[in-house]
């Protein structure tokens, strides 16, 4: 997730196209909270490991 947001954001940004900066944002921040949840070994939303 993480790295398809920062893809979304950077065409936002060439485009100019907001919604897209939008998308892009939403998701890396979700990549990110989800990869500091799993990285203490804990389990997220029933998985061991959020890849």
């Known amino acids: 997730m ?3 947001g920062i893809i979304l ?3 936002g ?3 100019g196209i ?3 900066w939008a ?3 939403v998701l890396a921040v979700i ?3 989800l990869w500091i949840l799993g990285s ?3 389990a997220v939303a ?3 490991h959020y890849w």
């Open 40 to 42: 203490p070994g804990h």
């Open 23 to 25: 998308i892009g944002m």
């Open 9 to 11: 954001l950077v065409a």
């Open 46 to 48: 029933g998985r061991r």
């Open 18 to 20: 907001s919604i897209l």
């Open 13 to 15: 940004l060439v485009t």
């Open 31 to 33: 990549g990110v909270v």
């Open 2 to 4: 993480i790295i398809p």
